[in-house]
């Protein structure tokens, strides 16, 4: 008879769907109980993570120094880590973790290594410019002094020909046979050779000079002034080879400008200077 009835109960709609809502009310009030308890995890984090960030935030007991190291790698609490004091030396050992020492100090060694060949490389770069710096003074000292050579071997070039050319002109065969014989043959025959030159050179110069001295002075004077300061020179060395009261005459005729800068010319050629 009970078994009937049982059976009875569980065929009538009424008492399954009286169990079912029990289910999903036992249900509904263990999620709750968990939503609860997670609300009060996050309010008890959030109340301890306030508290340690206001702890933080004004370094309590010196705690937030004292953590610094630790701290400065946690997100939030990061953020709570008061600014340094002025004498805070990041690169203090003190002020680093065992691997923050060990990554410096590779770094340190591998910027030390790299220094150390740039030095070697300075060094080497040095010693180079000083031997070049002495390369150089050496070559200069040479050069001076092939250059005081040169100076004094035409020193003596000069007094020769000056030598020759007054026995030539004094016409001094025996002082002429003297001097050839104390100098090198080749430079006796080349000083000769000069002195010929320089007056064969003269004598056609004098030729020149007595077109101009047999023509009108005036008419002399306007040629002179045609050719300009461009050949000043030849002007100079004709008037120098004339006779000197028609040359005269002929700077007499030159506009005043042209004649001024003649007479400067002539002036260097016979040796006469003028004071500022």
Same mark, same amino acid.
């Given at each position: 008879?009970?078994?009937?009835?049982?059976? %009875?109960?569980?065929?009538?709609?009424?008492?399954?769907?009286?169990?079912?809502?029990?289910?999903?009310?036992?249900?509904?009030?263990?999620?709750?109980?968990?939503?609860?308890? +997670?609300?009060?995890?996050?309010?008890?984090?959030?109340?301890?993570?306030?508290?340690?960030? &206001?702890?933080?935030?004004?370094?309590?007991?010196?705690?937030?120094?004292?953590?610094?190291?630790?701290?400065?790698?946690?997100?939030?609490?990061?953020?709570?880590?008061?600014?340094?004091?002025?004498?805070?030396?990041?690169? @203090?050992?003190?002020?680093?973790?065992?691997?923050? &020492?060990?990554?410096?100090?590779?770094?340190?060694?591998?910027?030390?290594?790299?220094?150390?060949?740039?030095?070697?490389?300075?060094?080497?770069?040095?010693?180079?410019?000083?031997?070049?710096?002495?390369?150089?003074?050496?070559?200069?000292?040479?050069?001076?002094?092939?250059?005081?050579?040169?100076?004094?071997?035409?020193?003596?070039?000069?007094?020769?020909?000056?030598?020759?050319?007054?026995?030539?002109?004094?016409?001094?065969?025996?002082?002429?046979?003297?001097?050839?014989?104390?100098?090198?043959? @080749?430079?006796?025959?080349?000083?000769?050779?000069?002195? +010929?030159?320089?007056?064969?050179?003269?004598?056609?110069?004098?030729?020149?000079?007595?077109?101009?001295?047999?023509?009108?002075?005036? $008419?002399? $004077?306007?040629?002179?002034?045609?050719?300009?300061?461009?050949?000043? %020179? +030849?002007?100079? %060395?004709?008037?120098?080879?004339?006779?000197? %009261?028609?040359?005269?005459?002929?700077?007499?005729?030159?506009?005043?400008?042209?004649?001024?800068?003649?007479?400067?010319?002539?002036?260097?050629?016979?040796?006469?200077?003028?004071?500022?």
């Amino acid at each position: 008879m009970a078994k009937e009835m049982k059976q %009875d109960n569980t065929k009538n709609p009424e008492v399954q769907g009286s169990e079912t809502e029990k289910k999903e009310a036992k249900k509904g009030g263990f999620l709750f109980g968990l939503l609860v308890l +997670l609300i009060t995890l996050i309010v008890i984090v959030g109340v301890v993570g306030g508290v340690f960030f &206001i702890i933080i935030r004004n370094n309590v007991n010196g705690l937030a120094e004292k953590y610094r190291n630790n701290l400065k790698d946690i997100p939030v609490l990061s953020m709570a880590l008061p600014p340094p004091p002025a004498d805070y030396d990041p690169l @203090d050992p003190k002020n680093l973790k065992q691997e923050e &020492i060990i990554e410096k100090y590779n770094q340190f060694r591998k910027e030390n290594g790299e220094l150390a060949k740039k030095l070697e490389e300075t060094e080497k770069a040095l010693e180079q410019l000083k031997s070049s710096q002495t390369d150089i003074e050496a070559l200069r000292k040479e050069n001076e002094q092939i250059k005081g050579e040169m100076e004094a071997q035409r020193a003596r070039y000069e007094e020769d020909l000056r030598k020759a050319e007054e026995l030539l002109v004094q016409e001094d065969k025996s002082g002429y046979k003297e001097f050839y014989e104390k100098i090198n043959k @080749d430079l006796a025959q080349r000083l000769y050779t000069e002195i +010929l030159n320089k007056e064969i050179a003269d004598e056609k110069a004098k030729e020149f000079a007595q077109i101009y001295e047999k023509m009108d002075t005036k $008419a002399s $004077a306007k040629i002179f002034e045609e050719l300009g300061d461009s050949q000043l %020179d +030849l002007v100079v %060395d004709t008037l120098k080879n004339m006779k000197k %009261d028609v040359a005269a005459e002929i700077l007499s005729e030159m506009n005043q400008t042209y004649a001024a800068k003649v007479t400067e010319k002539l002036s260097k050629v016979y040796g006469i200077e003028f004071g500022n």
